[in-house]
């Protein structure tokens, strides 16, 4: 890995989030969350769960 450059990262959504089968395939996706988080070297992590906008979307099966 390279040095750290100073960059910073806004993330201001998320459409998909999954986890991988057993098959090691991915599942249905089951996040959705809009916000605005900040990621530097300093913060290089964030809880979106607190997020009144976070919205759990039950696995939907892959077609």
Do not use: C, E, K
């Not at 998320?14 to 098959?23: A, C, E, K, V, Y």
Request: charged share 20%; no cysteine; proline share 10%.
């Amino acid at each position: 890995m390279g040095a750290d450059n100073g960059a910073v990262v806004h993330v201001t959504g998320i459409t998909r989030g999954f986890f991988l089968g057993p098959d090691h395939l991915p599942q249905g996706s089951f996040l959705d969350w809009s916000g605005d988080v900040t990621l530097d070297a300093a913060t290089p992590s964030a809880a979106l769960a607190p997020r009144r906008t976070l919205r759990w979307r039950s696995a939907r099966p892959r077609p």
